[in-house]
């Protein structure tokens, strides 16, 4: 199941402001948190999924691959299954059956509180680097 995800964190606004006045490069930036917070999602979903091993193709169709997609100002990465790849019983995973539980750390490795606690840090860490390394 492909989701898209973006920076979030209180205080982003102020940050963009602070980079732009110190003319830094925000793109370059973005781009960069966003390739951190692929990589912590997928490496989660990737250890989850293992436990799943059947055909392996569910573990395939994971986004491996950081995509910046741009939309105007707005930026994105897509983390997760590909369900035109084989990802489709990453959902049956996830959310469960009447017949099948779900997986709840499949689950946490996308939308817990620890990974997004640990995406938002890095994310913070990656901008407030940059501004660091501006501002002298």
Do not use: C
């Not at 897509?78 to 750390?105: H, W």
């Amino acid at each position: 199941m492909a989701n898209k995800t973006r920076i979030e964190f209180e205080g982003f606004e102020n940050v963009i402001a602070k980079l732009t006045k110190l003319e830094g490069n925000i793109r370059e930036t973005t781009d960069k948190a966003l390739k951190e917070t692929h990589k912590i999602v997928t490496q989660k979903a990737s250890k989850e999924i293992e436990r799943h091993y059947l055909t392996g193709q569910t573990e395939k169709s994971i986004y491996n691959d950081a995509n910046i997609d741009w939309t105007g100002t707005l930026a994105s990465v897509s983390v997760g299954f590909s369900i035109r790849q084989g990802g489709i019983a990453s959902i049956f995973l996830m959310y469960g059956t009447p017949r099948m539980k779900k997986d709840q750390k499949l689950y946490n490795a996308f939308w817990g509180k620890k990974t997004k606690e640990e995406i938002i840090k890095k994310q913070e860490e990656i901008f407030y680097e940059e501004i660091r390394r501006l501002d002298g």
